[in-house]
């Protein structure tokens, strides 16, 4: 079974994550496999648009792999987690060509950050934006940061503090969502979204969202060092260990 499942709809290429959890957490194979689909979209010129989706029925990305983020110990190992997770949202946001994340079920953290990475998303009133790891013990340093760059620093804070789901009706009105459908629809909507965008001229449309994402790219990069030692302090206290142990039923 294929971790990342692809379909071509006319020039809009599909990609839906097809981990054998049905939340989709983000294990390093399908990370790959996504940053994959990124290098295909951007570098074939038949593909105008690109969808991420966690396809019907199932979550878009419950937050990171805890089978293999309970493994991480050490400072080099964290350290080199954080530049890889840097590099994968930047590898999603220099994709010029339009991306459309289909949000439905969860978006947990990394899955959350993946969604923001997208030019437009779109949800359904059952899709759970959430951004909890400090209740869990791991920090926010990176997915604070996309926050505030698109909802402020108000609005950032009562995400992450208040670490439950966004109301669907705040997060569209804020455009965390930009558009939000039935569940049955998602997917079709979120290709139709993708068709539209795919047939704006494409010289311009690639200029401008260069101009528009080099910020968050560079913003990412100069918090790189302030993450790498939030999620180190946080390894070594050992903080959420027990989450992980609670989860992963040991």
């Not at 499942?5 to 294990?27: C, D, I």
């Not at 949202?89 to 339009?98: A, C, F, G, N, Q």
């Not at 049955?184 to 994402?213: C, G, H, V, W, Y």
Request: with cysteine.
């Amino acid at each position: 079974m294929a971790i990342l499942e692809t379909e071509a709809r006319g020039a809009v290429l599909v990609a839906r994550f097809n981990h054998a959890n049905a939340h989709n957490p983000m294990s390093l194979e399908l990370e790959n496999a996504i940053r994959c689909v990124c290098r295909e979209t951007e570098d074939n010129p038949a593909i105008r648009a690109l969808v991420l989706t966690g396809g019907s029925s199932r979550s878009f990305c419950a937050g990171g792999d805890f089978k293999e983020v309970a493994q991480l110990s050490g400072r080099a190992a964290v350290e080199a987690c954080i530049d890889r997770l840097i590099d994968f949202y930047s590898t999603i946001l220099k994709v010029t060509k339009p991306t459309i994340a289909g949000v439905g079920g969860y978006a947990i953290g990394i899955g959350f950050q993946i969604a923001l990475s997208c030019d437009w998303r779109v949800g359904s009133p059952e899709t759970k934006l959430l951004m909890w790891e400090l209740k869990h013990g791991i920090a926010c340093t990176i997915g604070s940061y996309m926050l505030e760059s698109f909802v402020g620093r108000a609005a950032m804070s009562d995400i992450v503090y208040g670490c439950e789901a966004v109301p669907i009706s705040w997060a569209l009105d804020h455009k965390l969502l930009h558009e939000a459908v039935d569940s049955k629809d998602l997917m079709e909507k979120a290709i139709a979204r993708a068709q539209i965008l795919s047939e704006f001229p494409e010289a311009t449309f690639r200029r401008t969202k260069e101009s528009i994402n080099q910020g968050l790219v560079t913003g990412l990069q100069e918090i790189a060092l302030d993450a790498k030692e939030a999620h180190v302090a946080g390894v070594a206290s050992r903080a959420a260990q027990e989450h992980f142990k609670s989860v992963l039923g040991q």
